[in-house]
Structure formats: C-alpha cells, structure tokens
C-alpha cells in the first residue's frame, strides 16, 4: 500500500473517532432535570449520630442549609468531607446551617470516619435510617 492511501486511511479513521467522540458529549444535555428541582425540602426528622434527640434536617430558621449525604466506604466522601467541615467551621457563624447525613453505615465506621475526617461544631451529623432521607432527596 502507497503511504498516501495509508495516510488518507488514518485521517479518515481519526474524522469518524472525533465525530463519534463529539456525539458523545452532546448526550449530557439530553439528561432530564430532576423533578425535585424548586420543590421544597422533604420534611424529615433524623436521629444524631453521636447524642442524643433528632433534628430536622430543614427547620426553616437558616436562610442557606447545606445537606451533605456521605458513607464510611465512599470514597468522594472521603475527599469532600473536610472540605465540608471547614466550611462549616468558617460559614456557620455566619448563619448557614449544616447537616451530615450518613447513609447505610454501621455506627462505629461513621463514627471512625468523623475521627479520621472531621467534625464541626456547626455541623449536625443524623443517621439515615432506613435510607428515607435519601429517597425523599432523590439520591
């Protein structure tokens, strides 16, 4: 084979990759908003990690609540939950209220997790039990 026609194959090759590869990144504009958007917050109460009594995970008396959802064995978790915690620490009392959400946890790893990760005093953890607030937030 001629490098000519070698050539003119790999640059036709590389056009219909690019094509394919750029009909790609048109799909994320075809995943549907989620219906949850400008609804109000789900009226859920969840039981402390660590005390306690429970909390609502929107009381209404914060103009801004941040709701995390975090696990143990998740690694993002992981990643974000100090950064979390540090904005708790430097928000909060401003008046933004947070609020971690451990799902699908035992009670000693979420609490192992907080040990090695972080707390904040201007930050509430609850238990989700039997995962009703990541339903009703979608997740």
Request: charged letters at 20%; proline letters at 6%; one cysteine or more.
């Amino acid at each position: 084979m001629k490098a000519s026609t070698i050539t003119w194959i790999a640059i036709g090759a590389i056009v219909v990759l690019a094509g394919v590869f750029a009909g790609r990144l048109g799909l994320i504009e075809t995943v549907p908003e989620s219906p949850l958007i400008g609804s109000p917050a789900p009226d859920l109460e969840l039981p402390f990690l660590e005390a306690e009594g429970s909390v609502a995970l929107y009381d209404g008396a914060a103009d801004v609540t941040v709701i995390s959802f975090w696990a143990s064995w998740c690694e993002p978790c992981k990643a974000e939950h100090p950064d979390l915690v540090r904005a708790a620490d430097s928000l909060g009392p401003e008046g933004v209220r947070f609020v971690a959400v451990d799902s699908q946890d035992p009670e000693g790893a979420a609490i192992s997790f907080l040990d090695e990760y972080g707390r904040s005093q201007f930050q509430d953890v609850v238990v989700d039990e039997g995962n009703r607030a990541s339903i009703e937030f979608g997740i």
